[in-house]
């Protein structure tokens, strides 16, 4: 190439930015377009508030609104999992969908997209959407349900970089599946709901992870999500978990949840790498399976 | 000429030839309803994935709420009912998916158009698809029924056997008769039929009651019991089947059987009137053959 072409090049480093922004883009459209926007606002929330309803329906049923305590856990609990749902989904839709419904994967693969950032920005989309479902679905804790949460008492210092390592757990975690995805047929939608329905049982999503059988406590709590949602809980409750979370100071839950996090990324990034290896080997990424 | 209506004999005329007579047309339509049925029920154990994930995702589901009950102390019965729940669940996922967006994701695959130009009425394809839908869920509902009672120890007290039969047929009767209305108004649409069956997720299980019956949910439980099969099936059949455990009821479960009947009777008629409106719009408006909208 000449030198006055490679000069016009961008660096790598704006090129996988400009990727991810453009996969960023695509993405919010194939997300939102299909219907007005305000259709779009009650389908983001909608299924966040109803989950959290499903399980403050169950704390009255058996204490009588008797757990207070117990409902702004759930609440923050269910708020939190709508970015796992959307993360995991969105990464799994986007090599699906344009595998084998838009059949665009082909071109992407073979254009001059940085493929990694792009899948990470077409996902994004509905992170972004989860974003909503999560702050209404607190809003409505707060406003009927009666969630201590208060805006001026929120330790912000701990909210912001918990949030920020756990969504990038997820964003590792739905990285590995959607590598997964490149070499399996089209049933591979449900994964991201069987592994989401997994991390909700061991996560404390929705009860502390001492109810779970003494075995899988160990596994609960090598999880980031284990650790975001306790970091989350204690910035906007103020609260820690009962009994085993209870023991870990902020900064140990801070630290627990940045280093399963480094773990995990990394180990999801050689997944995805191999996998997306393999399928194009195997010449898996313009095949469309119609199973 | 053989009996049989599908024996061919060279016509006079083509109005002959199209002039077929009710035998001829049930006839077909039978064989629609059961080549319609088939590959969901032979099917249901072929894919190995599908039956997994079929069972093992309800089932979570179960494990999450039985653990839920468990760290609020509650009465050991109230833990049947996260696993009644579940089983349902079953049923409820493929009414959606199963029936309401099927002719959606057929559009994409090209069977849509087979289906119009076939000389069938299309409520003959959507009767399969719940027949075979309906075994295919039964098989996976009883799975999740006995690794949820075996597992959390469930313990049942049916007084009235036949009651709870009735109430469960008409519970899915009226379910079905639903996933045929939403399948017709599915017909229409392009990516808002997959949303739209996926915003019918979560909030039906807490208007339908899924793990608490929906008495807690106060006026609400109201709403849900007119609109809703699922949940005045679901709070049927959890009286029936937790007779000991007491006041779990919105209402009595023969005035629930009825309000059943009359569900049934207005899904199946809501759907051939919305399949017979949306067919002719959709083919006015060129929609039965787009895709990847």
Known sequence: ?291 | MSASPYAHGPAASPAEESAWGPGRVLATNLRAITGRAYPRVRGSLREKSWIFFEIALPFLSVCAFVLVYRALAAPEAYIGFAVLGGAILAFWLNVLWAMGAQLYWDRGEGNLEIYFTAPISLMSILLGMAVGGLYMSATRALLIIAMGSLLFDVQYSVDQWVLLGVVFLLTLVALYGLGMLMASLFLFWGREAWHLANLFQEPVYFLGGLYAPIKVLGPLAALAVGILPLAVGLDAIRQLTFSDVPDIGFLPPEVEAVILVLMSIAFLLLARIALGYFERKARAEGRLMARWQ
């Open chain 1, 1 to 291: 190439m000449p030198a006055g072409d490679a000069a016009s090049q961008p660096g790598r480093g704006a090129s996988a930015w400009r990727s991810l922004a453009t996969g960023a883009r695509l993405g919010w459209a194939i997300e939102s377009n299909w219907t007005d926007p305000f259709l779009f606002a009650v389908y983001s929330v909608a299924r966040p508030v109803a989950a959290a309803l499903v399980l403050v329906a169950i704390v009255w049923l058996v204490s009588g609104g008797g757990r207070p305590d117990y409902v702004a856990y759930l609440v923050v609990g269910s708020a939190c999992w709508t970015f796992v749902g959307g993360g995991m989904a969105g990464f799994v839709w986007a090599v699906l969908d344009d595998r084998e419904r838009y059949r665009m994967l082909k071109y992407v693969v073979v254009s001059s997209v940085h493929f990694l950032p792009f899948l990470v920005g077409r996902a994004s989309a509905q992170l972004i959407a989860a974003a909503a479902g999560f702050l209404v679905t607190l809003v409505v804790g707060v406003v009927l349900l009666g969630v201590p949460i208060q805006l001026t008492a929120i330790d912000w210092r701990l909210f912001v970089p918990v949030m920020a390592v756990g969504l990038g757990s997820i964003v590792a975690l739905g990285l590995a599946v959607a590598g997964l995805c490149l070499t399996i047929r089209r049933e591979a939608w449900s994964y991201p709901e069987a592994i989401a329905g997994g991390l909700y049982l061991l996560s404390g999503a929705i009860f502390p992870p001492d109810v779970l059988p003494p075995a899988l406590v160990p596994v609960a709590l090598a999880l980031p999500t284990t650790w975001w949602l306790e970091g989350v809980r204690r910035a906007l409750l103020g609260t820690p978990t009962p009994e085993i979370l209870a023991g870990f100071s902020d900064q140990m839950v801070l630290i627990a949840l940045c280093a399963s996090t480094a773990v995990l990324t990394l180990v999801s990034w050689a997944v995805f790498r191999t996998f997306e290896r393999l399928a194009r080997e195997r010449g898996l990424i313009d095949q469309t399976t119609g199973s």
